[in-house]
T-cell receptor
């Protein structure tokens, strides 16, 4: 069974204080790993797709990296507007377009 | 705004009842996905439709059913409701053609409360 574990469950940062979120996965053949952002009362919003170990993607203050067992979402000099729940998901080989999501990391950035 | 529309936004009903949740995908998207999000289980895949046909099925209960209509809107039917069915139900759609990038466009969800 495919599993995605995210840590920490919650993270509080001061504005400008960089940190990383972790996503560990167990999947029978990784087809893709995805990061989403979810604001309270909203649906998840797509951030990145990573396909193979060593791949990196960047967007503004966010950078996602991938190894064979985990992915990291690095947040550099965060701002209060980066506060959200960050979700990691995987797509396994042969699973059509079914995504398995982790339970997320709730990030709060204090001004 | 993702372009995906879900109705109703909130729904309160009693155990044993039946409800229908509606979703209109983004213009041009042929695939529709339904996900359930609860506090203890996170975001769980229920079912996917592509151009009216069922494409993938996840952990969807037999009491739940879905369909996609010729105009591509989709409905999720939940029957014999139980307290544990209380959750946020999300619909998402995706661009089709070529490889799947993992980019799903989610609606704002329908919050179901079963009393």
């Amino acid at each position: 069974e495919d599993q995605v574990t995210q840590s920490p469950e919650a993270l509080r940062l001061q504005e400008g204080e960089s940190s990383s979120l972790n996503c560990s996965y167990t999947v029978s053949g990784l087809r893709g790993l995805f990061w989403y952002r979810q604001d309270p009362g909203k649906g998840p919003e797509f951030l990145f797709t990573l396909y193979s170990a060593g791949e990196e993607k960047e967007k503004e203050r966010l950078k996602a990296t991938l190894t064979k067992k985990e992915s990291f979402l690095h947040i550099t000099a965060p701002k209060p507007e980066d506060s959200a729940t960050y979700l990691c998901a995987v797509q396994a080989e042969g699973s059509a377009r079914q995504l398995t999501f982790g339970s997320g990391t709730q990030l709060t950035v204090l001004p | 705004d993702s372009g995906v529309t879900q109705t109703p936004k909130h729904l309160i009903t009693a155990t044993g009842q039946r409800v229908t949740l509606r979703c209109s995908p983004r213009s041009g998207d042929l695939s529709v996905y339904w996900y359930q999000q609860s506090l203890d289980q996170g975001l769980q895949f229920l079912i996917q439709y592509y151009n009216g046909e069922e494409r993938a099925k996840g952990n969807i209960l037999e009491r739940f059913s879905a369909q996609q209509f010729p105009d591509l809107h989709s409905e999720l039917n939940l029957s014999s409701l139980e307290l544990g069915d209380s959750a946020l139900y999300f619909c998402a759609s995706s661009v089709d053609g070529g490889g799947f990038t993992g980019e799903l466009f989610f609606g704002e969800g329908s919050r179901l409360t079963v009393l």
